[in-house]
């Protein structure tokens, strides 16, 4: 039996359940799925479990950028980013430490196992929230915190540690099998799916952030400023801080009219307009 | 019949307590139907031993009201959490304040706020730091890991525990901070910044080239040099706005566009386009 193996798998599973974004012990979300939760983070934790942090941070990077914009809204999301790399970084860790390997066995996990067993838990976990609702009925104060957090907590280990243990620990031979087997062009669909699939947590967020289809060009002026103009990002946090100070000014009713009477409101709504649209120079 | 409590304030201690409970298990038994429902009857426990020790009506009413569906980004939304604590604090208190208050200050400010925190958080704070992140760790340095979770990990509560301080201080006058028209204009400016932040990671975090050639008289050139001549990242682009017309106009679930999505990079990798 292979202990360092064994310690590895146990730790990488309870890692697992750790950044799971229902899990209460990092401060709820904060530290649970906004840190641990994150690939780039798991990569260094799987990578201190199997003894081997500079492996460890490579797979977690290369996992990091396809689940970059990885979102959660209202309990959907579009990809089980903890399953997927806990499971992917876990189990490449486990046998190539190849960051390739890492990336598509994280794609593979996080969109098809990760995404059937999270909301098959979502479904399951109406039943206490069932009980729980009975228990507020009842005044039943000890009810509530067991339906509320023992029992589900209980709940989400099983289904999280304990996949991911047994998938790490005897993993190899099917990774092994799978790479193997694959063929090629499977392997290429794979990875250039991880380069496209961040496509889709954009358009999730584009869809909270863009209430009117006239605010598209605020988010064309801040692709041509990466992709045209080749800015850094903190640039364009800045510029876009410019722009929605101006947006801010612009958008002053004319009744908290400043010195000048009302046609200088207008003068400095035309102006401040102007300078919304400067970036659109750029196209 | 008074209760001794009744007049008595609740101490910062015991705030702690209501913002600390809901921190640490606003998701714990996440489902589609509840969501964060059952956290907030939770976290006013050891509120209703305060209050309600000889009321056990009142106290089953504030725990029913606090055990409906409920759903907001949980950091930001403590905002929520301060307000409806000051507005607890009063119906306890015996002050005038209808009990459906809570329940619709609730209802009517979870929207909101999720969209705000959602753009802050998930759209601009955790993308940004990430990239910096990621740039640290390159050849796998340990230190890209270590500054995110430092990173995050002071960002994150702050953001709870001043929402959450705010919320209570302002009371029902937070509401019109939130939804007032000046408020509107705030929001609005902000979310323009959430939108450019958007374009640019859609400029930066896709991957997507094709390996085409085109002839060009006897030599023959790239057709992704051409492309990126004419207009760089046009592909990442035109899958970010399939994307989004799937998502906002088609109505579809982020699963049906990940088939979607799959189909086109399949029939793409196979006849050689990517």
């Known amino acids: ?283 | 019949m008074k209760d001794a409590s009744d007049n008595v304030s609740l101490k910062s201690k015991e705030l702690r307590q209501i913002w600390l409970r809901w921190g640490f298990t606003h998701l714990s038994s996440m489902s589609y139907e509840k969501i964060q429902a059952h956290a907030w009857a939770w976290s006013y426990i050891p509120f209703i031993r305060k209050y309600y020790k000889n009321k056990p009506e009142a106290a089953r009413r504030l725990l029913l009201r606090h055990s409906q569906f409920y759903n907001t980004e949980p950091q930001t939304g403590q905002l929520i959490n301060g307000i409806v604590a000051s507005l607890e604090e009063q119906i306890a208190q015996g002050k005038n304040v209808p009990e459906e208050m809570p329940t619709n200050i609730k209802t009517s400010l979870m929207g909101p706020i999720a969209g705000i925190g959602d753009s802050l958080i998930q759209g601009i704070i955790v993308p940004i730091l990430l990239s910096i992140a990621m740039g640290l760790a390159t050849g796998g340095n340990a230190l890209g890991p270590i500054f995110y979770m430092i990173a995050y990990g002071i960002i994150g509560p702050t953001i709870s525990y001043l929402s959450f301080k705010s919320g209570y201080k302002l009371g029902v006058s937070a509401i019109d901070t939130i939804v007032g028209e000046d408020a509107k204009r705030i929001t609005d400016a902000f979310n323009v910044v959430g939108i450019m932040v958007v374009g640019g990671l859609a400029a930066s975090l896709i991957v997507l080239k094709t390996p085409l050639k085109i002839p060009m008289g006897t030599a023959s050139e790239p057709l992704q040099k051409l492309l990126d001549g004419i207009f760089p990242q046009i592909l990442p682009l035109s899958m970010v706005l399939l994307s989004w017309w799937l998502i906002s106009s088609k109505r579809m679930s982020p699963t049906k566009v990940i088939l979607i999505l799959s189909a086109i990079v399949a029939v793409g990798v196979i006849v050689g386009v990517f």
């Open chain 1, 1 to 283: 039996m292979d202990y360092a193996l064994l310690l590895a798998a146990i730790l990488t599973g309870v890692f697992c359940y750790l950044g799971a974004i229902e899990s209460p012990w990092l401060f709820g979300m904060t530290g649970g799925f906004y840190i641990v939760g994150r690939p780039l983070v798991a990569g260094l934790l799987v990578g201190l479990a199997f003894g081997d942090v500079k492996a460890g941070v490579l797979c977690g990077l290369a996992v990091q950028a396809v689940f970059i914009a990885n979102l959660s809204t209202g309990g959907a999301t579009n990809s089980e980013i903890t399953y997927a790399g806990y499971g992917g970084i876990g189990l490449a860790m486990a046998t190539t430490k190849d960051p390739g390997v890492a990336v598509a066995l994280s794609i593979l996990v996080g969109q098809t196992f990760g995404l059937i067993f999270y909301n098959l838990r979502m479904a399951f976990y109406s039943y206490w929230n069932a009980r729980a609702e009975k228990a507020a009925e009842t005044l039943n104060t000890r009810g509530i915190t067991l339906n509320h957090l023992i029992y589900p907590q209980i709940s989400t280990f099983l289904l999280r540690s304990v996949p991911i243990f047994l998938a790490v620990y005897f993993g190899k031979g099917l990774v092994d099998w799978l790479l193997a087997n694959i063929p090629h062009v499977v392997t290429d669909i794979i990875s250039v799916l991880g380069g496209v699939l961040p496509a889709l947590g954009i358009a999730m967020l584009m869809n909270i952030v863009i209430k009117n289809k006239a605010h598209l060009i605020f988010f064309f002026a801040g692709f041509v400023l990466l992709a045209f103009a080749g800015l850094h990002m903190i640039a364009l946090v800045f510029i876009s801080a410019l722009v929605a100070y101006l947006v801010f000014l612009a958008s002053r009713k004319s009744i908290v009219a400043p010195v000048g009477g009302p046609e200088s409101v207008e003068m400095n709504r035309k102006r401040a307009d102007e300078d919304v649209f400067e970036d659109e120079d750029l196209f």
